[in-house]
C-alpha cells in the first residue's frame, strides 16, 4: 500500500482498495515531510489522518486516469487533504461551527485550545502550497498553485463559508438558489481543483473538462448527502453531532426539498456525475463508483 515510493501508474483498484490505499499513501508522505512532530505537528497530524481522505484519493485517481506518476501525483494529494483539514479546524471553532467532535475524536481546539487549532490550520494551508510549488512539477505547478489558491480563497471555500456565516443572521431562510451557491463554493470548489488536478498535471484546461462535469455534480451530491445526513445520521456513526442545522432553524436541501426530493436529487447528480466519465471507459469505474459511495455513505 505504499505508493510513495512506487513509480509509473497506479493499478486501478476496487473503490474500498483505492481509498485504503490512498489514505495509507496521504499518511506516509505526510509522515515524511513532518518528521518527530511537536506540539504543532501533532496538531496538524490530527486534524489530517483519520477521515476518508476523499479529496486526496479523488487526485490520485485524477491522475491516474491521465496517466500521471503515482510518485508525482502523491504530494497534490497530500496538499488538497491539507487544505480540507485547515478548513475543517477552523470551521470547528467557537467563532464558527463551535464543534466538539470530529471523526469521533476532539476537534483541534478540544483536544489542545484555540491558539494551537488557528495555528495548525494556518501551517496547513501554508504546507499544501508548500507541497504543489515544488520545481518537479514545472510549468503545470503553477496552474496547480493559482487554481488552489483561487478555488480555496475567497472565490471558493473561504468565500462559501463568509456565505455561511452571513446566513446565520439573515431574516429570511437562504433560497434553493443561494444554498446551491453557497454549497458549491464551501464544498464543491475543492472537490473541483482534486478532481481536475490530473487533466492540468496532463496539460490539460480544466474548464469544460469531463472532470469538471464530474466534480461539480459529485460536489452538490456531496452536500445533499450531509444534510440527509444531519437528518437521518447516528452521532456515533457520523462523527460528529447531527440535527444541528434543524435545531439552528439552519435552511438546508432537506428543508427546502422535503428528505425524499433531496435524495432522487442527489442520485440524479450521481448519474450525472458518472455519464460525464463514459468517454474514459472502463477505466473510469473507480470513480463512478466513488460517486455513487458519496450518497451512500454513513459517516
Not at 486501478?12 to 496521504?26: K, V
Not at 464543534?99 to 478540544?110: L, N
Not at 455534480?217 to 462523527?239: C, P
Request: charged share 25%.
Amino acid at each position: 500500500m505504499d505508493l510513495i515510493r512506487h513509480t509509473g501508474l497506479l493499478d486501478p483498484l476496487p473503490l474500498a482498495d483505492a481509498m485504503e490505499r490512498a489514505q495509507a499513501g496521504i499518511t506516509a508522505r505526510f509522515t515524511e515531510v513532518t518528521p518527530d512532530p511537536d506540539r504543532l505537528g501533532k496538531a496538524m497530524g490530527h486534524a489530517l489522518i483519520g477521515g476518508k481522505m476523499l479529496r486526496g484519493f479523488l487526485v490520485l485517481e485524477s491522475c491516474r486516469l491521465h496517466g500521471i506518476d503515482a510518485a508525482l501525483s502523491v504530494d497534490p494529494a497530500l496538499a488538497i487533504e491539507c487544505m480540507h483539514a485547515y478548513s475543517l479546524v477552523h470551521d470547528d471553532l467557537p467563532c464558527m461551527d463551535d464543534d466538539d467532535m470530529r471523526r469521533g475524536r476532539p476537534t483541534v481546539h478540544k483536544q489542545w485550545d484555540e491558539a494551537t487549532a488557528v495555528l495548525a490550520g494556518d501551517a496547513l494551508q501554508s504546507l499544501a502550497f508548500e507541497l504543489i510549488s515544488h520545481s518537479k512539477f514545472g510549468m503545470k505547478g503553477q496552474m496547480l498553485v493559482k487554481m488552489l489558491a483561487r478555488l480555496g480563497g475567497r472565490y471558493g471555500m473561504v468565500r462559501g463559508q463568509m456565505q455561511d456565516i452571513a446566513a446565520e443572521t439573515m431574516t429570511t431562510p437562504l433560497t434553493l438558489g443561494q444554498i446551491s451557491e453557497l454549497q458549491r463554493n464551501k464544498t464543491g470548489k475543492l472537490i473541483l481543483w482534486a478532481c481536475t488536478a490530473g487533466p492540468m498535471l496532463a496539460g490539460d484546461s480544466p474548464k469544460d473538462h469531463p472532470m469538471q462535469t464530474y466534480a461539480q455534480a459529485i460536489g452538490l451530491a456531496f452536500q445533499i448527502a450531509d444534510d440527509i445526513l444531519d437528518v437521518e445520521g447516528d452521532a456515533a456513526t457520523v462523527g460528529k453531532a447531527t440535527g444541528k442545522d434543524a435545531n439552528a432553524g439552519k435552511a438546508t436541501f432537506v428543508s427546502l426539498m422535503g428528505l425524499d426530493e433531496a435524495k432522487r436529487r442527489a442520485d440524479e447528480l450521481v448519474q450525472s456525475a458518472c455519464d460525464a466519465l463514459s468517454v474514459y471507459g472502463d477505466e473510469a469505474a473507480t470513480l463512478q463508483e466513488a460517486a455513487r459511495f458519496i450518497v451512500d455513505r454513513k459517516s
